[in-house]
């Protein structure tokens, strides 16, 4: 098959499986409460009517607040071309570098940041800067926990790691991977503002980070922003089961191999939305200056990461 | 046989301690007289490192007596001797009661019996132990009489003294390693002679780091600057025999666990690694301690800085090749002599003026002229001034210092020392003169308890005129261990 | 089970040795330490049952089984007792603030990988790869002690030190000869004890284990 459709409808079917992720996390969540729950599918409802409604201004704002929303999701689109989702190798993988991926998310996050200023509301502002505090600690531990994953494969490169984990299986089982992947799995939480660290369906001025933000958006903005928070939980999802437990993730793009390859991972992802939906059951969140207590146990986990792949080579 | 009849009294005493309940003087008595015994033993050892044997026993040769620890040995029993004979509990005085004396008797005599193990196994694993046991048994004294000073200074005492003796291990595992690395394992790889033999080929990187340990470590217990901020609390809240003990020869064993290893890694990296460090912590030692004793209010802390100094200089000595331990050998008798004896001259003083504050005591020589005599020739002792022996072991070392070419170092120390000399005898001054207080009885209570003192003041005169013989052997005994 | 395994999973019973230290740093419960301090001790006995089966030295399960006795159960019961007898609970602020805490823990990690880089090159040990990870978790126990504030925490500081020399000691040497290894046992033994009738001590005299308190004895 050509390998660039295969790019994108890697990208297309992103965009079609982020709003079930979250709805599916959030159906989860209110049956492990006792609840009944909206459907899993609730969010493309949810996005259908945000693009028919009206868009907001506040005469406050800038340029920048209408730019925003199509920065946030255009470089989440851009992520999922570059990264591994459930097939390797693919052309734009030689620009799926470790630092454009984490550059590219930070983009989004700043620039979601200063669209939370713009209008001047104290929201906005209280909100981007606890935003600001957690990726402070965050963005640097993601490049470090796949950092370490790097020096173990010899490459940078997003699809190259996965593809010599696969050919070494034992590599999986050293101290620096597992360091590695619970430092990303709370980047992650960390990240999609998931509890302990954010509440993602508040929206109490004491607990709300990410809601802050985007709390003067509406219509279709919102709309791209609510599904470009989707692709990231995404894609962060993607991540932390392809670098880790690459099995599954098809090598060669023969329909065979891509008809397999496809499922497992939508049930890898699947299977990290029960233990995200779990934990955020099961956890209270964090008092705020407790967060970067936790971010900071994450980061020293990857810089452990890091020193052992590189000084247990 | 010999070590048996050295280590089995204390072990005795204490157990003598712990089975009469209630305490009675005889417990105390019989503690005393047992530790003659110990003290005749390491004269008897002493004997044959003079003749030039060097006395192996025990399973797997667990014990071994060189000159080195035949001095150590002495030095420790006779200090222990003494403190025994002088401790409370023999039927004077009611300061204490039954069971705190029981605990003290208890204590103390497993605390000898550490220490006099410590300078007699061949094993530098077993010296290891047998040190860290002397903190924790030292550390139950310390709070005899339970005041906020006295529980805070046990506590910082317990905790830096394991954790610098926590480092030391560490530096030893890292030994032990590097053997192993080289060798295999072995029983008996800690072995000091074994290891000494095997020491040039280990590996100068790998020893390198664990003598920087070793030195923290070891040096923590010493009272080595930096680390030495436990030592005037712990030396200064405990009752004045333990104080006697732990100055007197307590900072001598650490040392001595020093030294041995210094052997060690000497024959590995050559000496200029270890001299270079040990000259840097011994100067610093004396630094600190000087303007310490500048700006001491409380005459048991003085003392207390006054051993840190010359801790300081026992180390400089150590890193001043073969003349230089001699002298730091020679140094750390005279002193084990002279601070225990001031630690015991200071007790009497605590008990008649009731405080440890240099501003409460005044007119010493009015009050108690005995001790203040005493308390005034040990004071001249430990300033390093003629006939006494410290003067002596000080001059060597600063000879064996310009021998070796350090003639500014020798400067710098001489500097130190006249400041810690000027800063101790103005206290002894302001103790010595001046119009006690109404309430101060005059007079001695207890003069035998001062016939020990008397004792140590012969020894200190004696050494302070020439060297007898045979301590002179013993000393070149140990400068030949370290010549290589 | 096989040779080529003995590397990675004495690696990662270390790594996770360290883990359980690096918790000393994160939480403030005085019970998460004690917890912390029980689990660091249990999956340090299973590297020395590790270390003894691969290393083929039967010696090395009596110290595992010593360990076990010692430093999982009879330790932190010790501890619980004496925490919940004298009432202490968070360690409120500590000297140095929870996250540049774990920055500096990371830091002295990397300080023990530098220091221990000769070490590492020397040996010809399967085991030598997580000898640093030992020396990082001695330092981590080092700088807890200076830094915490409440006494319980400082002994639990030195019991994690000691911890992480034995590590040091089974990974470098697969285990320093048995007679000093009980030795080392017995006295760690006298001396938590000591600790901890002197922290009974300390809060009768001071009605608190604040170490902050202890400010009496100055110049």
Same mark, same amino acid.
């Given at each position: 098959?050509?390998?660039?459709?295969?790019?994108?409808?890697?990208?297309?079917? =992103? @965009?079609?499986?982020?709003?079930?992720?979250?709805?599916?996390?959030?159906?989860?969540?209110?049956?492990?409460?006792?609840?009944?729950?909206?459907?899993?599918?609730?969010?493309?409802?949810?996005?259908?009517?945000?693009?028919?409604?009206? +868009?907001?201004?506040?005469?406050?704002?800038?340029? @920048?607040?209408?730019?925003?929303?199509?920065?946030?999701?255009?470089?989440?689109?851009?992520? $999922?071309?570059?990264?591994?989702?459930?097939?390797?190798?693919?052309?734009?993988?030689?620009?799926?570098?470790?630092?454009?991926?984490?550059?590219?998310?930070?983009?989004?996050?700043?620039?979601?940041?200063?669209?939370?200023?713009?209008?001047?509301?104290?929201?906005?502002?209280?909100?981007? =800067?606890?935003?600001?505090?957690?990726?402070?600690?965050?963005?640097?531990?993601?490049?470090?926990?796949?950092?370490? /994953?790097? !020096?173990?494969?010899?490459?940078?490169?997003?699809?190259?790691?996965?593809?010599?984990?696969?050919?070494?299986?034992?590599?999986?089982?050293?101290?620096?991977?597992?360091?590695?992947?619970?430092?990303?799995?709370?980047?992650?939480?960390?990240?999609?503002?998931?509890? %302990?660290?954010?509440?993602?369906?508040t929206h109490l001025e004491l607990t709300m980070i990410h809601e802050a933000m985007i709390l003067e958006h509406s219509g279709r903005h919102l709309a791209l922003i609510e599904w470009a928070s989707g692709l990231k939980l995404l894609i962060f999802f993607s991540l932390l089961a392809n670098l880790f437990v690459p099995w599954g993730v098809a090598t060669t793009l023969s329909p065979v191999y891509l008809l397999i390859a496809l499922p497992i991972w939508i049930g890898k992802l699947g299977l990290l939305a029960v233990v995200v939906a779990v934990l955020e059951t099961r956890l209270a969140k964090l008092r705020l200056f407790r967060v970067p207590e936790l971010l900071s146990m994450s980061f020293v986990l990857a810089l452990l990461a890091v020193i052992s792949s590189f000084l247990l080579r | 046989m010999l070590f048996l009849l050295l280590l089995l009294p204390s072990l005795l005493a204490a157990l003598l301690a712990l089975v009469v309940r209630p305490y009675r003087p005889a417990v105390g008595w019989s503690n005393a007289v047992l530790s003659l015994a110990a003290f005749g033993a390491a004269l008897g050892v002493a004997g044959h490192a003079i003749a030039g044997e060097i006395l192996v026993w025990g399973p797997g040769d667990l014990f071994r007596a060189d000159s080195l620890s035949a001095l150590l040995m002495v030095c420790v029993s006779a200090v222990a001797a003494m403190t025994l004979f002088l401790s409370p509990g023999l039927g004077r005085s009611a300061a204490f009661t039954d069971r705190q004396l029981r605990r003290y008797h208890l204590f103390i005599n497993l605390f000898i019996f550490s220490m006099l193990l410590a300078? =007699?196994?061949?094993?530098?694993?077993?010296?290891?132990?047998?040190?860290?046991?002397?903190?924790?048994?030292?550390?139950?004294?310390?709070?005899? $009489?339970?005041?906020?000073?006295?529980?805070?200074?046990?506590?910082?005492?317990?905790?830096?003294?394991?954790?610098?003796?926590?480092?030391?291990? +560490?530096?030893?595992?890292?030994?032990?390693?590097?053997?192993?690395?080289?060798?295999?394992?072995?029983?008996?790889?800690?072995?000091?002679?074994?290891?000494?033999?095997? *020491?040039?080929?280990?590996? %100068?990187?790998?020893?390198?780091?664990?003598?920087?340990?070793?030195?923290?470590?070891?040096?923590?217990?010493?009272?080595?600057?930096?680390?030495?901020?436990?030592?005037?609390? *712990?030396?200064?809240?405990?009752?004045?025999?333990?104080?006697?003990?732990?100055?007197?020869?307590?900072?001598?064993?650490?040392?001595?666990?020093?030294?041995?290893?210094?052997?060690?890694?000497?024959?590995?990296?050559?000496?200029?690694?270890?001299?270079?460090?040990?000259?840097? @912590?011994?100067?610093?030692?004396?630094?600190?301690?000087?303007? =310490?004793?500048?700006?001491?209010?409380?005459?048991?802390?003085?003392?207390?800085?006054?051993?840190?100094?010359?801790?300081?200089?026992?180390?400089?000595?150590?890193?001043?090749?073969?003349?230089?331990?001699?002298?730091?050998?020679?140094?750390?008798?005279?002193?084990?002599?002279?601070?225990?004896?001031?630690?015991?001259?200071?007790?009497?003083?605590?008990h008649r003026f009731h405080s440890t504050e240099l501003g409460a005591v005044r007119g010493l020589l009015k009050v108690m002229p005995a001790t203040a005599i005493l308390f005034a020739a040990g004071m001249l002792a430990l300033v390093g001034l003629p006939p006494f022996g410290l003067f002596m072991s000080e001059f060597a070392l600063v000879r064996a210092g310009f021998v070796t070419g350090h003639p500014w170092l020798m400067a710098l120390l001489l500097v130190l020392l006249a400041v810690a000399f000027v800063a101790l005898l103005r206290h002894l001054n302001s103790m010595l003169h001046g119009t006690p207080t109404a309430e101060i009885a005059t007079g001695e209570d207890h003069r035998w308890g001062l016939v020990p003192m008397l004792m140590s003041v012969a020894v200190l005169l004696v050494l302070g005129f020439y060297l007898p013989a045979s301590f002179q052997s013993l000393l070149d005994g140990i400068a030949a261990l370290v010549t290589h | 089970m096989d040779e080529t395994l003995f590397a990675p999973l004495t690696t990662l019973g270390a790594s996770l040795v360290l883990?359980?230290?690096? +918790?000393?740093?994160?939480?403030?419960?005085?019970?998460?330490?004690?917890?912390?301090?029980?689990?660091?001790?249990?999956?340090?006995?299973?590297?020395?049952?590790?270390?003894?089966?691969?290393?083929?030295? %039967?010696?090395?399960?009596?110290?595992?089984?010593?360990?076990?006795? !010692?430093?999982?159960?009879?330790?932190?019961?010790?501890?619980?007792?004496?925490?919940?007898?004298?009432?202490?609970?968070?360690?409120?602020? %500590?000297?140095?603030?929870?996250?540049?805490?774990? /920055?500096?823990?990371?830091?002295?990690?990397?300080?023990?990988?530098?220091?221990?880089?000769?070490?590492? $090159?020397?040996?010809?040990?399967?085991?030598?790869?997580?000898?640093?990870?030992?020396?990082?978790?001695?330092?981590?126990?080092?700088?807890?002690?200076?830094?915490?504030?409440?006494?319980?925490?400082?002994?639990?500081?030195? /019991?994690?030190?000691?911890?992480?020399?034995a590590l040091l000691a089974v990974l470098g040497t697969y285990g320093i000869p048995l007679i000093i290894e009980m030795g080392v046992f017995l006295d760690l033994l006298m001396g938590i004890l000591v600790m901890q009738v002197f922290i009974y001590q300390i809060q009768d005299t001071f009605e608190s284990i604040d170490v902050d308190r202890l400010t009496h004895l100055k110049h």
């Open positions: 098959m050509n390998a660039y459709l295969l790019e994108l409808a890697q990208a297309l079917i =992103s @965009l079609a499986v982020a709003p079930l992720l979250v709805g599916f996390i959030g159906w989860l969540k209110a049956r492990l409460q006792g609840r009944r729950g909206a459907p899993p599918w609730q969010p493309y409802f949810v996005l259908r009517k945000l693009f028919s409604k009206e +868009v907001i201004v506040s005469e406050h704002a800038s340029w @920048l607040f209408r730019f925003a929303p199509y920065v946030v999701f255009g470089s989440g689109v851009a992520v $999922t071309l570059l990264i591994p989702l459930f097939c390797v190798p693919l052309p734009f993988d030689a620009m799926g570098d470790l630092l454009m991926v984490v550059y590219l998310m930070l983009l989004g996050t700043f620039f979601l940041a200063l669209a939370g200023l713009d209008p001047g509301t104290a929201f906005g502002g209280m909100g981007a =800067s606890r935003e600001m505090t957690v990726a402070a600690i965050a963005e640097p531990t993601i490049a470090l926990a796949i950092f370490s /994953l790097a !020096l173990r494969a010899g490459s940078t490169n997003l699809g190259q790691i996965v593809v010599n984990t696969l050919a070494d299986p034992t590599v999986a089982l050293n101290a620096g991977h597992l360091l590695a992947f619970v430092a990303l799995f709370v980047v992650t939480l960390a990240e999609t503002g998931r509890i %302990p660290i954010d509440n993602p369906s | 300078v =007699s196994v061949n094993n530098i694993g077993i010296m290891w132990i047998a040190i860290e046991a002397t903190t924790v048994f030292s550390a139950m004294v310390i709070p005899l $009489t339970l005041s906020k000073a006295s529980v805070e200074a046990s506590w910082k005492y317990i905790l830096i003294c394991s954790v610098g003796i926590a480092l030391a291990f +560490v530096g030893t595992v890292l030994g032990y390693f590097d053997f192993v690395a080289l060798s295999g394992r072995a029983e008996n790889a800690l072995n000091w002679p074994v290891l000494l033999n095997f *020491a040039p080929h280990l590996h %100068p990187e790998v020893m390198r780091i664990a003598f920087i340990f070793l030195l923290i470590g070891y040096g923590t217990k010493a009272g080595l600057a930096p680390m030495h901020t436990w030592l005037p609390d *712990a030396h200064s809240e405990s009752p004045a025999t333990l104080s006697a003990l732990m100055s007197g020869v307590l900072l001598a064993v650490a040392m001595y666990a020093l030294l041995r290893w210094k052997m060690v890694v000497d024959a590995t990296l050559g000496d200029g690694f270890t001299d270079t460090l040990l000259l840097t @912590l011994g100067l610093l030692t004396l630094f600190i301690a000087a303007f =310490s004793l500048v700006r001491a209010s409380n005459y048991k802390r003085m003392l207390a800085y006054s051993s840190v100094e010359h801790t300081g200089l026992i180390c400089i000595g150590l890193a001043l090749g073969p003349i230089g331990t001699f002298a730091a050998m020679y140094h750390i008798v005279n002193h084990a002599a002279a601070k225990s004896m001031m630690f015991f001259l200071s007790g009497r003083i605590l | 883990l359980f230290g690096v +918790v000393l740093l994160w939480r403030r419960s005085l019970n998460a330490y004690i917890q912390a301090f029980k689990w660091q001790s249990v999956i340090l006995s299973g590297v020395f049952f590790l270390v003894g089966y691969f290393g083929h030295d %039967p010696e090395l399960y009596g110290v595992g089984v010593a360990l076990l006795g !010692l430093k999982v159960f009879f330790i932190p019961h010790l501890l619980g007792r004496l925490r919940k007898r004298v009432g202490a609970d968070h360690e409120i602020t %500590p000297y140095v603030n929870i996250a540049t805490s774990l /920055l500096i823990g990371g830091m002295l990690v990397l300080l023990a990988y530098v220091l221990m880089r000769p070490v590492v $090159t020397v040996s010809t040990l399967p085991t030598r790869g997580a000898l640093p990870l030992a020396l990082g978790l001695v330092f981590i126990g080092l700088f807890v002690l200076i830094t915490r504030k409440k006494a319980i925490t400082q002994v639990v500081g030195f /019991l994690v030190m000691e911890n992480g020399i």
